[in-house]
């Protein structure tokens, strides 16, 4: 579960999923931006598809977080590339050298990205965007470390934290990104970035489950 296997797996669920869901997050997008969320996750999603075999061949999981950022950098348009892309790089700072990844590197991993992802955006929780999941399954998460659960529960705890951060989107006004240039009017739509973080974790979470049955 915490090696190579689960990197790469774990890569192929949120690319699939990513991609299942590329319409809806455009009609997401589309209500409060420019339309393009799903399109932009999409293209970058089919390219760590492609990548896998290459990415199959590297030992170092920082590397192959590192490989991953950079292709947020240079495949997703708009602002969400370079905030995946800090996000991925973030946590693969964490693992540089890393054969394996443990549970707790896991956790760190996200909480660093997490906090990556605020230091590039400039932003923190409550101004609509996609840390309003990422902040809250951060602390679900290392919350149900402490605690001793199982890397299922824990994602489970994450994945849930998130979807509650998406709907606590719908109710308040976006400070950051496109959607703020609509003010009072983004207030019920919900946040697309939130959205992609909920459905990763999700995917994460069923993927482990599904590991663990095997
Ligand atoms: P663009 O807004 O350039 O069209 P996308 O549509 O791909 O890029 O991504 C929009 C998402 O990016 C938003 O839904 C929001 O979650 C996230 N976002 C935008 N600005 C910021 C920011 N400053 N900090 C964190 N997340 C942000
Ligand atoms: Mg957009």
Not at 144 to 153: I, K, M, N, T, V
């Amino acid at each position: 579960m915490t090696g190579k296997e689960f990197m790469l797996a774990s890569l192929k669920a949120i690319s699939q999923e990513i991609i299942a869901h590329e319409e809806e997050l455009n009609r997401l997008d589309n209500a409060i931006g420019d339309g393009d969320h799903g399109t932009n996750m999409a293209r970058f999603c089919r390219i760590i598809l492609q990548d896998l075999p290459e990415l199959a061949e590297q030992e170092d999981m920082g590397k192959i977080l590192q490989h991953v950022g950079m292709r947020c950098i240079t495949e997703i348009g708009g602002s969400a590339g370079p905030l995946f892309g800090k996000f991925y790089l973030q946590a693969a700072m964490a693992n540089m050298g890393n054969s394996c990844m443990e549970v707790a590197n896991w956790v760190v991993s996200f909480e660093e990205g997490t906090m990556g992802v605020s230091q590039i955006g400039r932003s923190v929780e409550g101004e609509k965007t996609m840390l309003d999941a990422l902040f809250p399954a951060d602390r679900a998460m290392q919350e149900a470390l402490e605690e001793g659960r199982s890397f299922q529960d824990i994602l489970l705890a994450g994945a849930e934290a998130a979807q509650k951060g998406v709907e606590y989107t719908k109710t308040i006004q976006a400070s950051k990104g496109r959607a703020a240039y609509l003010g009072m009017r983004s207030i019920g739509h919900q946040d697309p970035g939130a959205t992609t973080i909920m459905l990763m974790l999700q995917a994460m979470h069923r993927l482990a489950v599904e590991m663990q049955a095997e």
